[in-house]
């Protein structure tokens, strides 16, 4: 394949993720669905019996060098994550957050695993676990528009849910790591066990990545606070981040055995929070990874996957659905189990349980890694897909009318009509 080849497929990616995302950006729902119905879409285009279209958007070289680009997306978008991952926010609900994010973790986790054993055997361990894992992904980008839309963003609620994702996010990506590091070290993709010298050294060497990661990352953030006060705004800074991001990611799935994405989620978190030129660093990779990259990814996966809905059979679609169920009321009975506990009101409760019930793109990124270390059946991306969808438009609904009473109850900014003009 010549090189300029690949122009063709990545413009009708860009072109087709761009249109499709603004159409569900406006039907009130996640950018991201737009951009893997824009996969899909593409995808179908490989039935098609036509060999100069099958070989200008489906030869090996062109799937190999946009799966090379997705690979960079997703690093890409944990990094920024990262970078906008704000652990001050832990201090402002203190306990309640950890307690709905434990729940909101512990029980979708168990419902997940409870059902892949039940459809699959409770013989595999690790391979269950992952789909239970899989589960523990939030994504509140739709709770915090639909809450400021409500003026409700600072109220209780809106302070515990966007306190409880971060902290899902950072528990979400160690337990990804672990189960990553145990597939990897075992060299078993069904099960473990526990007490066996790869399992130990797994668990050491996830733990050294994590000490090695941050006392890097105190010195790193040390070099930037001097290149800060030396050239604020230069571009030299956001270079060093990314070039720090590629880094994180390599040596983690390299040397530690934990997941690329856990490098580069860590690496955003050590060079964001406090440092002045976060935001700075944030806006420029988020044109990069969103301009082009991150379409890649999302289309990709759905270009990849799109024969994955031929092939699914009667027992998997039975799991599908089940699983669909578990990931819908496993957020929103944990977290609002939790909320409770820490003397929320009913209504509260379950509005905290609506807000963390929301997926977008880390669910995708966290199925893709199970796909990837074999643990998860590939034809499960439609569920997932099915998942993003779901919660995307239940969240927004029910969250609305949970508030129709208070909105009701406003005093009306109307005057009376008197007879008397303003002036």
């Known amino acids: 394949m010549e090189a300029f080849e690949i122009l063709l497929p990545l413009a009708l990616i ?7 995302g603004l159409g569900t950006h406006r039907l009130g729902m996640p950018a991201v669905i737009g951009m893997l ?11 098609i019996p036509w060999q100069p279209l099958q070989n200008a958007l489906f030869s090996d070289e062109v799937k190999y060098v946009l799966k090379i680009m997705s690979k960079i997306g997703v690093v890409l978008i944990m990094f920024s994550a990262g970078l906008g991952t704000d652990l001050k926010k832990l201090r402002q609900t203190g306990v309640a957050a950890i307690v709905i994010t434990l729940f909101g973790v512990l029980v979708p986790m168990f419902l997940g695993w409870l059902t892949a054993s039940l459809f699959f055997g409770f013989g595999n361990v690790l391979s269950n676990l992952f789909y239970g894992a899989i589960l523990t992904a939030t994504s509140v980008s739709v709770t915090v528009a639909v809450l400021k839309e409500l003026g409700k963003l600072d109220s209780k609620v809106g302070t515990s849910v966007i306190a409880a994702a971060v902290i899902d996010d950072v528990i979400g990506i160690i337990i990804l790591s672990v189960l990553t590091g145990f597939s990897s070290g075992s060299g078993e993709n069904t099960g473990w066990s526990w007490f066996s010298p790869n399992a130990g050294m797994v668990v ?12 890097l990352g105190i010195l790193l953030r040390m070099l930037f606070n001097v290149m800060e006060r030396k050239a604020p705004h230069n571009r030299r800074i956001p270079i060093i981040s990314l070039a720090a991001c590629f880094i994180y990611a390599y040596v983690a799935e390299k040397v530690f055995g934990v997941a690329d994405i856990t490098g580069a989620y860590i690496a955003g978190i050590l060079l ?4 002045s030129e976060t935001p700075y660093v944030e806006s420029k990779i988020d044109q990069m990874g969103y301009l082009f990259f991150s379409p890649i990814f999302f289309a990709n996966i759905g270009i990849s996957n799109i024969q994955l809905f031929n092939n699914i059979n009667l027992q998997f679609l039975a799991f599908g659905a089940v699983f669909v169920i ?12 939790g909320a409770k ?3 929320f009101n009913f209504r509260d409760s379950f509005r905290v349980g609506l807000g963390m019930m929301v997926r977008a793109e880390v669910i995708l990124i966290c199925t893709e890694k199970g796909v990837a270390c074999g643990l998860v059946d590939p034809a499960v991306y439609p569920f997932v897909i099915l998942i993003i969808l779901l919660s995307s438009v ?17 005093p009306s900014l109307k005057t009376p009509d008197d007879g008397v003009k303003p002036e």
């Open 341 to 343: 506990i820490c003397k």
């Open 326 to 337: 578990a990931a819908i009321l496993g957020k929103l009975l944990g977290c609002a189990a």
């Open 14 to 20: 860009l072109l087709l993720a761009k249109l499709m």
């Open 37 to 47: 119905v824009a996969g899909i879409l593409i995808g179908v285009l490989e039935f």
């Open 394 to 410: 239940l969240t927004p609904v029910l969250m609305k009318w949970s508030y129709r009473k208070e909105e009701k109850s406003k």
């Open 204 to 215: 050491i060497k996830i733990v050294i990545f994590f000490i090695a990661a941050i006392g």
């Open 272 to 275: 964001g929070g406090t440092l």
